[in-house]
Nanobody
Framework: QVQLVESGGGLVQAGGSLRLSCAAS????????MGWFRQAPGKEREFVSG????????YYADPVKGRFTISRDNAQSTVFLQMNSLKPEDTAVYYC??????????????WGKGTLVTVSS
């Protein structure tokens, strides 16, 4: 069992930055590939970014490429999402998730409860 707790969300103006954190507890953090997802009002949850177990490989959805950076600190059992040049369309609840499964981050095993990011225009 892995427990995930997101933090760092809030209200920011367009063009601003936020850094989300996701603290994990439970089993060995480094055994899990980690991902960030988001769900905007009235829309389905979508993949934002993912990172491999050792943090060597990173993946991004097209809308956030060049603006968001995912990273992890296995010693601190934490994954981060640095979000720059934020746009109003980035407004969503952001979720952290973990999986031991290889592949395209479509099957996550554990989810956090989310943190709200609101970008004003």
């Amino acid at each position: 069992q892995v427990q995930l707790v997101e933090s760092g969300g809030g209200l920011v103006q367009a063009g601003g930055s936020l850094r989300l954190s996701c603290a994990a507890s439970g089993r060995t953090f480094s055994a899990y590939r980690m991902g960030w997802f988001r769900q905007a009002p009235g829309k389905e949850r979508e993949f934002v970014s993912g990172i491999s177990r050792a943090g060597i490989s990173t993946y991004y959805a097209d809308p956030v490429k060049g603006r968001f950076t995912i990273s992890r600190d296995n010693a601190q059992s934490t994954v981060f999402l640095q979000m720059n040049s934020l746009k109003p369309e980035d407004t969503a609840v952001y979720y952290c998730a973990a999986t031991r499964t290889a592949g395209d981050f479509s099957a996550m095993d554990y989810w956090g409860k989310g943190t709200l990011v609101t970008v004003s225009s």
